[in-house]
């Protein structure tokens, strides 16, 4: 059940170096790739079904697909290595440990549409994931894998890294273009897209670090092994980091369409001392809340879309009886409240309006009323913002509200925490 | 040419507008707060939420481009439950001082939410509030009423071309300022005060003197250089309180200098001139247009009419240069008639780039080439320079001069004259060292108490609208022109400005077939 593509090197001494990266076979896939045409290259990926793993599910090959053939102005990749979703640890393993996949998957898909810069984005506080990217970088430009005339193929690509200063929003695509640009990580208004007006104005691509380190894999072993590893339109497998209350949290790389009962009883070895379940985030913390009768769901896009909720990130959060879900949706609002950019209105004013109440409702000055307007606000946030920062706090928000309605009223009643000083997931600093 | 459906109108559109600009062109009337017809798109403040028919979500009008056969509702429940949200969350962190702000009466946020907003609040928590900054002699920032359209932001970057604001820290505690906590530089700041929807950005200047909604507003024309920007004079019981910038896409767009703005304190300042005077005493009018008609009229008389020296002013309006052309032509028939052009080397025409480019001229004055339209320059006679020298010669005895400190512009040319002369008769708005040197002095209109026209540098006849009523014994130059014209016996028909300017229209041929009437409000370009 366990497949490994992404994490098949993770284990190996110096599986981050080149040498290593080429015993293992790796550069063959931009060796093979650039022997064949951009539309090739694209047509393959789309096959292969390989869907963004930053959290949209939106397919990798439609995307490179929107870039026109023609621009003026340069184009360019963004390799999305922000990780700041609280839940997500994915790609920080991959950059750590086989950053030249990555390498790899970029320079393909740069190939593909055309780019001849790209660069890659890493969350500022990932010193060891920047380092092990940088250095992976200058082994590929000194063994000819990237700079000029890549492998006598006539194309040239460098890549970059950029650092990003802490923001979580600059996970959003065009938020990420304008740290990227340096300027202050805010989401830009769309229309235009990315595709078409991006990074200093060109044609951009923004991918995910896991999506592309797929790529490679693709191209070796060809679209069908892909899609054929997980349900229709969900094709291959995918990190899942599970934390939370279980009994071996971690990362694993699992089929695409797993089921979520599997993960938690089987994979992770079931809850931690045996406690009975209690509710389970599936996603990474945007991703709406869900109870113990709805773990029978499959881990991918559309099955999970199906329920309500999202596949978001693979980031699945297990959380057992006797966590307080009042506080953790008070902790989780302070989160993006803290986040919001404060650019447009319903997120800046809304978010931090949550934020507050849940505050009261935990620390038992909740007011009758309360819980609906909070559902109120998330409603008057949702799908009336720039960029998805609101969405992912108004949705799970909701959810944790619809589903355990009781139990915040019950902190209205009594006008307190009945859990006590429970620490949940989020409260790092307890 | 696409075509867009709004509230069931079927609508015109070119290719590339957004929904709100349709709209807006169509009268179909879309709140919003950062969209401004000048400044960058920024889509922030969600007002102008629309709904489109097959899209799910409601989308921003400001940032949507039109497309063939979009069909769009403005006023559905959905449209105005977002409109609803959008207010209460700029009010839940806003002071609500309506009744001390002084943007009370001109404030979006105020209109909107009267017009589109809920009644009550349901916010229950402590309100944000954020540390006063200094913005120097000219902005007063109340952080507390921001709503962070970055209208500002926007303006000082793209159009002053200072970029001196930027968004700080972020989410809740977002705000806008100076990068660094110092005043503002821009020679253009002051239109961050109309930018602001809000009472976050208002006029030092300006603030607590008057309720916007009791004052009277004329649109005339800002007498502080060759450009000619329309402005609206505001005044309240008669006095001249403030300028904002009137539009006119081919002079000024939108827009106004700061030196522009702050001319208007000078119409009731300490130094206006305000009586007659005679030998540096207080005289009365009549008198004084007696004596110095008296002495003219006895030059001519002795044809000696090229020892009167008359000085208009690019200050002045089209009808008073008029006039002084008049009286020195048909009334005195001296050659010896001039002015002090202005000079201006800047291109004006307003274009894309910072206002530091082509919102500034160096000729100070609003006239120049009026005055020349209205041919107050040299015939066969001297220049002003070269009349004061004649002057100070004993080949000039009597001088006039109309509304132009010529004692600041040619010092000791003019004192020379002013010993030498047998009369010195000067017009001013302000006392000043010319009134000081001169035998007779009678107190000019000020520009904002004036009717008539300039013409701009680029050849634009714009009119100028009195604000307030002429102050203490004021008269426009035209009509001192007149009552000395009428002592030396010379009846002219004329008896108000438009009056003179028919006049005008009839002799100057340029200006043929117009009339004050017949100005639009952005102004009748001359051919050339």
Known sequence: ?430 | MPKVIIDGKELEAKQGQSVLQVALENGIFIPHFCFHPQLKVAGNCRMCLVEIEKVPKLQISCGTPIRDGMVVHTDTPKVKEAREAILEFLLINHPLDCPVCDQSGECKLQDYTFEYGKKESSYREEKKTHVKKDLGEYIEMELNRCILCTRCVRYLRDVAGTEEFCLHERGPHAEVGPYLEKPLTSPFQMNLVELCPVGALTSKPFRFKARVWLMDKVRTICPGCSIGCNVVAWSYSGKLLRFTPAENPDVNRCWLCDYGRLLVDRVHSDDRLLVSMKSGERANRKDVISEIATKVKELVESKRSNMVGIIGSAHLTNEDNYAIAKLAGEVVGTENLAYMAGENKRPIEPCDKPLTEWLVSDDKTPNTRGARDMRVVPGKGMDVKAMLGAAARGEIKALLVFGDDLAASLPDEFRAAAAALDVLFVTSTWINNTTGLASLVLPEASFAEKDGTFTNEPGRVQRVRSAVPLQGEAAPAWATCKDIASMMGHDWHFGCEAEVFAEIAQVVSLYHGLSHDKIPFEGAKLGV
């Open chain 1, 1 to 430: 059940m366990t497949e490994k593509i992404l994490t098949a090197r993770f284990e190996k001494p110096d599986s981050y170096r080149l040498s290593s990266y080429v015993e293992d076979g790796g550069y063959e896939a931009l060796k093979k790739a650039l022997s064949k045409t951009p539309d090739e290259i694209i047509d393959i990926v789309k096959a292969a079904g390989l869907r963004g793993r930053g959290g949209a599910g939106f397919p990798a090959g439609v995307k490179w697909s929107f870039v026109p053939k023609e621009s003026e102005k340069p184009k360019y990749l963004c390799v999305n290595g922000d990780e700041g979703e609280p839940g997500t640890f994915k790609d920080r393993y991959i950059m750590e440990l086989d950053p030249h996949a990555i390498i790899e998957g970029a320079a393909i898909a740069s190939y593909a549409f055309g780019a001849h810069v790209a660069y890659i984005y890493i969350r500022g506080e990932f010193k060891l994931p920047i380092e092990r990217v940088e250095n992976a970088l200058a082994e590929a430009r000194q063994a000819g894998f990237l700079g000029a005339n890549i492998l006598d193929s006539g194309y040239d690509l460098d890549i970059w890294v950029h650092p990003g200063a802490g923001a979580y929003v600059c996970g959003e695509e065009t938020a990420l273009i304008e740290s990227n640009e340096g300027h202050r990580g805010m989401p830009r208004i769309k229309p235009p897209f990315p595709a078409i007006v991006g990074l200093f104005g060109g044609p951009t691509v923004v991918n995910n670090i896991e999506t592309l380190s797929y790529v490679p894999h693709i191209i070796n072993k060809g679209p069908e092994w892909f899609a054929a590893m997980g349900p229709e339109k969900n094709g291959g497998t995918k990190l899942f980091g599970v934390s939370g209350h279980v009994k071996r949290p971690g990362l694993y790389e699992l089929r695409m369409g797993t089921p979520l009962r599997k993960i938690i009883y089987e994979v992770c070895g079931g809850m931690r001392g045996d406690k009975e379940l209690k509710a389970v985030i599936p996603g990474g913390s945007s991703t709406p809340i869900l109870t113990p009768g709805e773990i029978d769901v499959n881990m991918d896009y559309d099955s999970l879309a199906k329920i309500g909720t999202m596949f978001g990130s693979g980031a699945i959060i297990v959380i057992e009886e006797g966590t307080c879900i009042p506080r953790l949706a008070a902790r989780l609002a302070k989160f993006y409240a803290h986040e919001s950019c404060g650019q447009c209105t319903p997120c800046r004013e809304g978010v931090p309006w949550i934020a507050k109440i849940l505050d009261r409702v935990e620390n038992g000055m909740g007011l009758p009323g309360d819980l609906d307007q909070v559902l109120k606000i998330c409603d008057n946030i949702q799908g009336k913002t720039i960029c998805p920062l609101g969405d992912a706090c108004a949705m799970p928000i909701r959810a944790m509200i619809v589903k355990f309605r009781a139990e915040f009223e019950r902190h209205v009643e009594e006008g307190g925490c009945p859990f006590g000083p429970t620490p949940t997931p989020w409260d790092s600093e307890s």
